[in-house]
């Protein structure tokens, strides 16, 4: 068994990539910085809202 430890103990480290792929994600959080713009367009209608009341 002692040689059976080890290579599974290795197999895990074949997964540790799989938390580099996040990495390319992470892009996905810079991507709602450009929505945010769409958050000042309500500003403008927030005015014409308020001249129709």
């Known amino acids: ?3 059976e430890a080890p290579a599974a103990e290795e197999a895990p480290a ?3 990539p799989a938390e580099e792929a996040p ?3 992470a892009p ?3 991507a709602p910085v450009e929505e945010a713009p769409v ?3 309500p500003a ?3 005015e ?3 001249g129709e009341k």
């Open 1 to 3: 068994p002692a040689e």
């Open 14 to 16: 074949e997964e540790a």
């Open 23 to 25: 990495a390319e994600e």
């Open 28 to 30: 996905a959080e810079e």
């Open 39 to 41: 958050e000042e367009a």
């Open 44 to 46: 403008e209608e927030n």
């Open 48 to 50: 014409s809202k308020e």
